[in-house]
C-alpha cells in the first residue's frame, strides 16, 4: 500500500485507517490515532464526548469516529447442513455493519469467499463477490455444496480484494452425529409382472400411453398415482419412464378433481416447451407455459 503509505506485514501492520485517509492532509489525525493506540472497533463503539477528550480536538474527534465508522467491516456467521454422506451444505450469512459512503467504497465493494479443509491443505471454494449498498444494508446469504473432508473442519473466510484487514473467518467442525446421519443403501424393485395398460379404466386416458405394457417401476408405483392422491416421491434414473408416471397423476386429477390444476416444473426452459407440445397434443389446449 505504497499510496497510503503503510506497512501490511508480518514485521509492522499499520492503521487501517491509512487506507482512506489523504497525506499529508490527515498526517496529525493518523498520528493521534495511534499515539492513543485506539483500535478500529474503539473508534467506532467510543462515545464521542470521551473522544474529544481524548483527543483534546472536537473537529478531530468527530473526523476520527467519522472515518472509522464508513470503513469497510464484514462479519460472517457460518452453519452447515448435511446433504448426503459425502457432501454438505455450507451457509454463509454476511452483515456489514459500517456506513456506506460511495467516496469510500464506489458502487460496489468486491469480496473473495474462501472454503478450505481445516488442515490447510485443500480449497473447495474461491470465489469472488460484488455487494452493492442494498446488500450492505440487508445482508447477503450464501450455500455452497462441499465434499466432506477428512477431518471434517472447514476454514471459511470472506475478505476485502480493496481493502486490507476487511474480512472474517470461521471454523465449521462436522459433530460425529451428523456423519452418521446418512447410511448407504440400495432398494431394487420387487419382481413384478408388468402391469398391462388396460390396467386404466378410462379409453381415453388409455390412449395417452404409446406401449402395451408398462415397465417395473412404473408397476411399482402405478396403485398410488392412479388410484390414491397420496404424494410420491420417485427416485429413478433417466429414461426410467419417470414423464409417464406424471401423466398417470394427471390423469387420476382430471377424473377426480377436473376443476383443479396440476403444474409441472423442469429446470430448462427447453424442457418445459418440449414437454408442452407433447402435452398438448395429449391433452389438449389446456396447458400454459411460465418462465
Given at each position: 500500500?505504497?499510496?497510503?503509505?503503510?506497512?501490511?506485514?508480518?514485521?509492522?501492520?499499520?492503521?487501517?485507517?491509512?487506507?482512506?485517509?489523504?497525506?499529508?492532509?490527515?498526517?496529525?489525525?493518523?498520528?493521534?490515532?495511534?499515539?492513543?493506540?485506539l483500535e478500529l472497533d474503539d473508534l467506532r463503539s467510543a462515545d464521542l464526548g470521551e473522544l474529544k477528550s481524548m483527543f483534546r480536538n472536537e473537529q478531530m474527534a468527530i473526523n476520527a469516529q467519522d472515518i472509522a465508522r464508513k470503513f469497510p467491516i464484514v462479519e460472517i456467521d457460518t452453519r452447515y447442513q448435511p446433504i448426503s454422506d459425502?457432501?454438505?451444505?455450507?451457509?454463509?450469512?454476511?452483515?456489514?455493519?459500517?456506513k456506506w459512503d460511495p467516496h469510500v467504497t464506489h458502487d460496489t465493494l468486491s469480496f473473495w469467499i474462501f472454503i478450505e479443509d481445516g488442515n490447510g491443505e485443500k480449497m473447495?471454494?474461491?470465489q469472488e463477490v460484488q455487494i452493492d449498498r442494498h446488500l450492505a444494508n440487508d445482508g447477503f446469504k450464501f450455500e455452497y455444496l462441499v465434499p466432506v473432508c477428512e477431518s471434517h473442519k472447514y476454514l471459511v473466510?470472506?475478505?476485502?480484494?480493496?481493502?486490507?484487514?476487511?474480512?472474517?473467518s470461521q471454523s465449521i467442525y462436522i459433530k460425529n452425529s451428523d456423519r452418521a446421519t446418512f447410511d448407504s443403501f440400495e432398494s431394487n424393485p420387487p419382481n413384478l409382472r408388468p402391469l398391462p395398460v388396460t390396467s386404466i379404466e378410462n379409453i381415453e386416458h388409455r390412449k395417452?400411453?404409446?406401449?402395451?405394457?408398462?415397465?417395473?417401476?412404473?408397476?411399482?408405483?402405478?396403485?398410488?398415482?392412479?388410484?390414491?392422491?397420496?404424494?410420491?416421491?420417485?427416485?429413478?434414473?433417466?429414461?426410467?419412464?419417470?414423464?409417464?408416471?406424471?401423466?398417470?397423476?394427471?390423469?387420476?386429477?382430471?377424473?377426480t378433481h377436473p376443476e383443479q390444476k396440476a403444474v409441472y416444473l423442469a429446470p430448462l426452459k427447453a424442457i418445459v416447451t418440449e414437454r408442452v407440445q407433447d402435452w398438448r397434443m395429449k391433452f389438449g389446449d389446456k396447458l400454459i407455459e411460465l418462465t
Open positions: 500500500m505504497v499510496g497510503n503509505r503503510m506497512w501490511w506485514c508480518r514485521q509492522r501492520i499499520d492503521h487501517p485507517l491509512r487506507q482512506l485517509m489523504t497525506f499529508p492532509k490527515d498526517d496529525q489525525l493518523i498520528y493521534k490515532i495511534q499515539f492513543l493506540g459425502q457432501i454438505i451444505n455450507i451457509i454463509i450469512e454476511a452483515s456489514f455493519p459500517f473447495y471454494l474461491a473466510t470472506m475478505t476485502s480484494s480493496r481493502f486490507l484487514g476487511v474480512g472474517d395417452l400411453f404409446g406401449f402395451e405394457f408398462f415397465n417395473p417401476v412404473q408397476s411399482q408405483v402405478f396403485f398410488q398415482t392412479y388410484r390414491t392422491d397420496e404424494s410420491l416421491l420417485i427416485c429413478a434414473p433417466t429414461a426410467a419412464g419417470k414423464t409417464s408416471i406424471a401423466e398417470l397423476a394427471i390423469c387420476r386429477l382430471f377424473s
